[in-house]
């Protein structure tokens, strides 16, 4: 994952990373041992990298920064925020098909 399109966030750096993102953040809340979490990851990764700088994708692993979730409400996991201008505008909770990403993505465009 040393891939410029994938940032990982946490409790420290989340709140200045939102705040200086341009266009859109996908923030994926997921845990190392979440099976769904890792089989909807390479479509997320897939997503960031095809929409030529316009999504950036942040992973927030919530075992680790369990305030975050807590923050957001996050009872279910992988729950993907999609974030723009700072603010949540959308999401999805569970390892949804490839077209529901991109149909979120689009609508916020």
Known sequence: MAD???IHLTEQNFDEALGRQEGIMMVD???EWCTPCRAISPTLETLAKESGGKVTLAKVNVDENP???ARYGIRSIPTILFVKQGKVADQVIGAVPRAKLKEKLDALA
């Open 4 to 6: 410029t399109t994938t």
């Open 67 to 69: 305030g975050l979730a």
């Open 29 to 31: 809340f997921w845990a």
